[in-house]
Nanobody, 130 residues
Framework: QVQLVESGGGLVQPGGSLRLSCAASGFTLDYYAIGWFRQAPGKEREGVSCTSARDGKIYYADSVRGRFTISRDNAKNTVYLQMNSLKPEDTAIYYC???????????????????????WGQGTQVTVSS
């Protein structure tokens, strides 16, 4: 069964950190560009970060650049999103998605997309609050 499963979300105070994981089963992440997206209540989904599978390029939304770091561990078939210096406005459901392409050609930070990705995870809730 092909699926992506996110984990690592939770409740954290402003300034805190979380590491999200995106584990794949049924296919090999090494052949796919992987994106992280988020959707806050009442808002459209937006792109957060993307990692290409071949050329090492990484993309970040301006709102998270310098605070979030995306990485992949092909041996574990998992992509991570390390989130530091979290702010209340980072509160959202975070999703990972696999693009059937080595490169982040479908990645877009524009709210609402469209985001042409082959597989999506079910999402993990991140809440930043004191």
């Amino acid at each position: 069964q092909v699926q992506l499963v996110e984990s690592g979300g939770g409740l954290v105070q402003p300034g805190g950190s979380l590491r999200l994981s995106c584990a794949a089963s049924g296919f090999t992440l090494d052949y796919y560009a992987i994106g992280w997206f988020r959707q806050a209540p009442g808002k459209e989904r937006e792109g957060v970060s993307c990692t290409s599978a071949r050329d090492g390029k990484i993309y970040y939304a301006d709102s998270v650049r310098g605070r979030f770091t995306i990485s992949r561990d092909n041996a574990k078939n998992t992509v991570y999103l390390q989130m530091n210096s979290l702010k209340p406005e980072d509160t959202a459901i975070y999703y990972c998605a696999a693009e059937d392409n080595y490169y982040c050609s479908a990645f877009d930070v524009t709210p609402g997309g469209p985001y042409e990705y082959e597989y999506w995870g079910q999402g993990t809730q991140v809440t930043v609050s004191s």
